[in-house]
């Protein structure tokens, strides 16, 4: 007989003959002639209350299960008498695989994040993590679907790149050379006898290939892991973070903000309806604003700001910022959030940066001094979404490209999209596990992400 899972059978409808429940014993208590054991197998949050009675042959080892334990249980389906759940299983044979020690970590009481990251192998088996996992796990399923139904096509861009798309040098170097000892030419190192014949890195970002594509195949989207050695330890920087990145052939700044805002009310939606179980986890023990912030997301028109105006709102707040804001000066967290929960209550879109503080594939504005670029913003989080419309002219792309020191020759095959039947294309970047903490008032993205990798931390 194939296992049942706890979620089937807690959302049935009617009883099913017989179960083969399989999981991890959250709590056991015993009664004169039962004991009641709580099983969980991270189907869904719930546990499914299993009742062993003492004509169990077994009955006395039974007993002795402890927390974390796990076990296969063969048994009736019936309705609970008791509160909180639908159905309850009356034991027929409990198989006991594995006894875990009086040392299992997770005893039933209350762990903080801290102590939780310190065993993230550990961690899933909780309620909440459990939850968030689940949550992440249908988030990227809901991307997919997103852009599969608008027809969008998806590209995997490569992992290991010889170029630095975001040009801000946050590059974890790849190389199969031995570092102890490296081959030099003129005293340098010589990549020329590296795996690649060049330097190379782990890719900042899928874009620049995925511009490539979209003048190919239209709509295109990526969706996969991205590396920066940013060494800024913060909460909302992981070293290896995933990113969704679509790229609209035909596209410009307008749609690329309305292809944002659509996103993001599709998939908060997408969780309210899916994963509402879980989410009111969320909304009961971690933020009790949470609903109320999902609710304003879906259903307002997100603000949008040319980023001259939000400077001038953020100078007249009278608010004392860490950071000063002047023209110019790239916003931070705080101004951000500020924007989002303070001012506006609500989702806000900052577009038209002046260019010198971005990248050199943005299109310069007619002003000559700002870019067609935008930045999604939201409460709690701050930024969610980079993008831009590209520099689709040819001239004007070489000129940026020289003026922040990008090397023509090594992007040969970006400006050739540019020399080909180049058209104006758009896209941008929804920074993934921002997204979940979003939908579930998580405040750090380390407890988002299965394993996270930041600054000196690569345990599991
Ligand atoms: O704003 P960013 O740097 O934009 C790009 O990478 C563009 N190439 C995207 C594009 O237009 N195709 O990054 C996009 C998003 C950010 O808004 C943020 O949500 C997330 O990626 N992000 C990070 N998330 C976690 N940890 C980090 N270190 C992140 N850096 C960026
Ligand atoms: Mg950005």
Not at 376 to 400: A, D, F
Not at 431 to 450: A, H, K, S, Y
Request: glycine share 6%.
């Amino acid at each position: 007989m194939k296992r049942t899972r706890i979620q089937k059978i807690l959302s049935s409808e009617t009883a099913i003959d017989e179960v083969l429940i399989k999981g991890w014993v959250r709590t056991r208590r015993d009664s004169k002639t039962f004991s009641f054991i709580e099983v969980n197998d991270g189907s869904c949050l719930n546990n499914i209350q299993v009742i062993a009675d003492d004509q169990l042959e077994n009955y006395e080892q039974i007993k002795r299960l402890t927390t974390g334990s796990s076990v296969s249980i063969y048994g009736t389906m019936h309705e609970s008498p008791g509160q909180g759940q639908k159905w309850e299983t009356h034991a027929i044979r409990v198989e006991i695989i594995h006894i875990a020690p009086d040392d299992y970590p997770l005893q039933k009481k209350r762990h903080t994040d801290e102590f939780l990251r310190t065993i993230s192998h550990l961690r899933p088996r909780t309620n909440k993590y459990g939850a968030a996992f689940r949550i992440r796990s249908r988030l990227s399923f809901a991307i997919h679907k997103y852009f599969q139904d608008l027809g969008f096509t998806y590209v995997h861009t490569p992992i290991i790149t010889g170029s630095d798309c975001e040009g801000a040098g946050e590059l974890f170097q790849v190389t199969s050379l031995d570092l102890e000892n490296p081959p030099k030419a003129n005293g340098k190192t010589d990549y020329l006898a590296d795996f690649f014949g060049k330097k190379a890195n782990l890719t900042v970002s899928g874009q620049l290939e995925g511009e490539l594509f979209a003048l190919a195949l239209g709509d295109i989207y990526t969706f996969g892991p991205t590396f920066r050695a940013e060494n800024s330890n913060t909460s909302r920087h992981a070293a290896e973070f995933w990113m969704v990145e679509p790229e609209m052939a035909f596209c410009d700044l307008a749609d690329d903000m309305d292809y944002a805002e659509d996103f993001i009310k599709f998939l908060v939606e997408f969780a309210m309806k899916d994963c509402a179980e879980d989410l009111d986890l969320f909304a009961k023990f971690v933020d009790k604003n949470l609903m109320n912030t999902l609710e304003t997301i879906v259903s307002k028109q997100f603000i949008r700001l040319p980023y001259s105006e939000a400077v001038a709102i953020l100078n007249r707040s009278g608010e004392k910022f860490n950071y000063d804001v002047f023209f110019g000066a790239d916003l931070q967290t705080e101004h951000e959030r500020f924007l989002a929960e303070n001012h506006f209550h609500q989702p806000v879109i900052i577009y038209d940066y002046p260019k010198t503080i971005k990248p050199f594939y943005m299109r310069t504005n007619d002003d000559e001094t700002t870019v067609a670029a935008m930045d999604v913003i939201v409460p709690r989080i701050g930024e969610i979404i980079g993008g831009s419309q590209r520099e689709e002219r040819l001239e004007r792309l070489e000129s940026r490209m020289d003026e922040t020191g990008v090397a023509r020759q090594d992007l040969w095959w970006y400006l050739d999209s540019r020399r080909f039947g180049s058209v104006p294309h758009s896209g941008f970047g929804l920074g993934f596990e921002r997204l979940i903490m979003l939908v579930t008032g998580i405040t750090n993205i380390r407890d988002v992400i299965p394993f996270p990798r930041t600054p000196g931390s690569i345990e599991f």
